[in-house]
Structures are given as C-alpha cells and as structure tokens.
C-alpha cells in the first residue's frame, strides 16, 4: 500500500500562517496582560538627576558613616512610629529636625510623609495613620543645627 500525499494547497498555508499568528498574538497579549497589571511603574521620578548626583551621595554617606549617627525604630504600628538616635558614644541625639516619608513597595499612591517631633532627648515620635497594614519602607532623614544630613531607610511590617 502505497499512502496518498495530498497536496499542500493555497488554503492551508493561510490557515496554518493565520493560526501561527494568532498563538503569537495570544501569547504576546498575555505578557503584555500581566506586565501592565503587576508593574507600579517608576520607583522614582529622578531617576536621570540620581543618576547625574551619584558621587556626591557617595560623599554626603561617606560623611554619614564618619560621623557615627545611629537611628533605630522603636515603635511602628499603622497608628505611630517612634524613632530614636545617638552618637558615636551611643548619646542621644536632641534638637534634630527628623521626616520620615513611608512607602509601599508595591504602589506608590499610598505613600506618605510626616514630620517627627522629639518626645524625649534622643526620641522622635509622631502618630500615623497608615491605610494598609503590611511592608512599609521606611525612609527617614534628619538633619542637626549644623545642616548635616542623615539618611536611612528601613524596612517593617505594620499591624
């Protein structure tokens, strides 16, 4: 028995052209779906500037780091943080002008910044109010009476 070829005709190149075209398309749809439906977008909107400012950063951290400061948070609910700082002989730090701006890694149209005022020598503390309890990113920056920069940035669960 001999088997019968048949020939390969017009119609079914333009069904098997059509049908690789459509699983392309589908697939491709498909990332584009879920790329545009988990992606938040920029994580920051210097990023060029950043970019441009880069080694004078490494100067201001370098100077940081010499400097000593250390800051750990103490409280961190949805409703409050409490920040508290000290020298390199582990003294509290007074009169500093302290902001934390708090993030959400995942989007950023829950972001928010607040001012931290000292409760006692050393303590900063403010009450928050936070929409979502999970992972916050934590940024906090002061600055003393000499204009000296601090900044460090955390990450924590809020309940």
């Given at each position: 028995m001999t088997a019968q070829v048949k020939p390969f005709t017009g119609t079914k190149v333009i069904v098997w052209v059509a049908v690789f075209f459509?699983?392309?398309f589908s697939v491709?749809?498909?990332?584009?779906?879920f790329a545009m439906s988990s992606w938040t977008?920029?994580?920051t909107k210097t990023a060029y500037t950043d970019g441009i400012n880069f080694n004078e950063n490494f100067v201001r951290m370098k100077a940081q780091k010499k400097r000593g400061w250390q800051s750990q948070i103490t409280n961190f609910s949805s409703k409050q943080i409490t920040v508290q700082f000290?020298?390199?002989q582990g003294q509290a730090?007074?009169?500093?002008d302290v902001g934390v701006k708090l993030m959400r890694p995942l989007r950023d149209r829950f972001d928010r910044t607040v001012r931290l005022?000292?409760?006692l020598p050393g303590t900063y503390s403010s009450d928050i109010a936070l929409p979502l309890s999970g992972r916050w990113?934590?940024?906090i920056r002061a600055k003393n009476q000499n204009n000296e920069p601090y900044l460090l940035i955390f990450e924590?669960?809020?309940e």
């Open positions: 459509a699983v392309v491709n749809g498909t990332f584009v779906y977008g920029l994580t000290t020298d390199k730090l007074s009169d500093l005022k000292e409760t990113r934590i940024e924590r669960m809020a």
